[in-house]
């Protein structure tokens, strides 16, 4: 699996770009008091935050310690009327097609000094506005598709049939202004003709409410019912209050004193950690381990993913030669002191292909090409 992919979308002057460059520490974006200012998609790698590859390191002592990678794209902003050509138009909502789920970034703060496109702090209005305009770009994605799978179920294709009449229904459901992912695909041909359009509004979708200082214990939930916001997401679980400024702040200062940084503020852990946990969950992944003397590192994949799946990440041979897979789970790796104290405990399983991987998992596999 290639790095996890995430873009980041909202009107202008929502502090996206501030969101970006403390997300990514040494990123470019630029983050000025004007709409249109980022107008190539900003791309950064983020390293997934996780102590428990440490603490294997610390008993491993590999010669690199490599963590799960996330992506990031940063795109301009987008203001009402982008899907036919306003400010930036359609340019660049392509950069964002591939990704895996997408991050609505809006304001729920008021400050004199940085303006806002619609002169007004309203976040569910500015949501809407976002939403529709991806709304808006989907349906034409779906009318070209159309034209296109018509042509060819014209010639008798039983295929193109199938997925000219899920097509349809799709652009019945945007037209109505709902998202694509209220008609998930069930058949093979749906789940074709859906990863052939990569609709944006398909995606899976986290909300950051960008808050003010004074406010950043103020919870999802809270915002959720506030702000009256079930009509953009299911559920107050992804919604995800950060204070950008906050945690550029904080990327500004050495790693000795950003915990120190955080506690005065009487938080645990930064906005970064709490995003990405909440991406994991909305894409239903988890984490597994590979540990030797070369390196320590954490790999992604999907939670109840089987044995030779887990195996693929790593490389495609790994799946296709499985043989077994040797598993010690996290706490018995940290309790035993690494794999040997872990097989003197008997905490060492031989797993088949029908073993469900665990969040944690140290594995290592068996595998012939």
Known sequence: MSSLSLGIVGLPNVGKSTLFNALVKNAQAQAS???????????????VPDNRLGKLAEIVHPERILPAAIEFYDIAGIIKGA?????LGNKFLSHIRETAAIILV??????????HVNGTVNPKSDLETVLLELILADIEAVQKAKDRYAKVARGGDAAAKARLVY?????????????????PASSDEEKTALRELQLLTSKPMLIVANVGENDIHTTGATLYEKY????????????????????????ALPADEQEMFLG??????????????????????????????????????????????????IHTDFEKG???????????????????????????????????????DVMHFRFNV
């Open 167 to 183: 097509v349809e229904q799709l652009e019945q459901v945007l037209s109505n202004e709902k998202p694509a992912s209220t008609l």
């Open 322 to 360: 499985f043989i077994r897979a040797e598993v010690i789970g996290y706490s018995d790796y940290i309790a035993g002191n690494g794999e040997q104290g872990a097989k003197e405990a008997g905490k060492v399983r031989s797993e088949g292909k029908e073993y469900t991987v665990q969040d944690g």
């Open 83 to 87: 899907s036919q050509g306003e400010g």
């Open 33 to 47: 008091n004007y709409p249109f200012c980022t107008i190539d998609p900003n791309v950064g790698i983020v390293e």
């Open 264 to 313: 005065e503020y009487g938080l645990k852990e930064s906005g970064l950690v709490r995003l990405v946990q909440s991406a994991y969950k909305l894409l239903s992944l988890q984490t597994y381990f590979t540990a030797g003397v070369k390196e320590v590192r954490a790999w992604t994949v999907r939670t109840g993913a089987k044995a030779p799946e887990a195996a693929g990440v």
């Open 106 to 115: 809006a304001r729920f703060f008021d400050h004199p000094d940085v303006i």
């Open 228 to 251: 009256e916001l079930s009509s953009l997401v299911p559920s107050a679980d992804w919604i995800v209050p950060i204070s950008a400024k906050l945690e550029s702040e904080l990327i």
